[in-house]
């Protein structure tokens, strides 16, 4: 059985999808799906639920795919990698706050967990991860509706067309234009600045 996400990244279809091609951004969340479910194993334990886990865990995906940039050195997988944790202990800390709840413990053991495959991130990398996912999660509760903020959350923890109207009790043809709006606005967000190229 392969390990998740061993497959390595084609760079044209990173290439497309950074340029805003959502059937690549698609095949790359597909395929790294199980990153992310191996990363959100590790905070099981943690207060929040697990398909909450995992939306953070895919926000940080996105955020990976939008900012990647092969010229620092590291492999997109472990660039992946922080950027998926750095999003999940984001919320486990905002989480965290409002529920004085202590996951210091949590955190650590997730990070001891996660190994750093194909080469060690640079200090700089992992900053623009963290700041990435932020600016990301930031740019989704500005731009997107309730209505599209729920959608996509649903969509996200793998949830269907059909699914998700149900469950928003709304016609499968809303469900698919709500998405179609949320990937015209992902397709908008440019998350790479000066600082960081």
Do not use: W
């Not at 990363?39 to 099981?44: D, F, L, M, N, P």
């Not at 697990?50 to 092969?70: C, P, R, S, V």
């Not at 997109?76 to 706050?97: D, P």
């Not at 923890?157 to 234009?177: F, H, M, Q, W």
Request: charged share 25%; hydrophobic share 35%; aromatic share 6%.
């Amino acid at each position: 059985m392969s390990e998740p996400g061993k497959n390595i990244i084609n760079d044209t279809i990173l290439s497309s999808a950074q340029s805003g091609d959502n059937k690549q951004t698609e095949a790359l969340i597909r395929q790294y799906r199980n990153v992310v479910e191996a990363i959100a194993a590790k905070y099981i334990n943690s207060p929040l639920e697990y398909d909450d886990i995992i939306q953070e865990g895919m926000i940080g995906l996105l955020a990976a795919i939008k900012t990647f940039n092969n010229s620092k050195g590291a492999q997109f997988k472990t660039y992946a990698q922080t950027c998926i944790n750095n999003s999940i202990q984001t919320a486990l800390r905002k989480f965290n706050r409002k529920k004085d709840i202590p996951i210091g413990s949590v955190i650590e053991y997730a990070e001891e967990e996660i190994p750093e495959e194909n080469g060690v991130i640079s200090a700089e990398d992992y900053y623009i991860a963290g700041e990435s996912v932020s600016m990301l999660a930031n740019t989704l509760k500005e731009n997107l509706s309730e209505y599209e903020n729920e959608v996509l959350r649903l969509h996200i923890v793998g949830c269907n067309y059909s699914e998700i109207a149900k469950r928003l009790s709304k016609t499968p043809k809303s469900v698919d234009n709500a998405l179609q709006r949320i990937k015209k606005k992902l397709s908008t967000v440019n998350l790479k600045t000066d600082k960081y190229n």
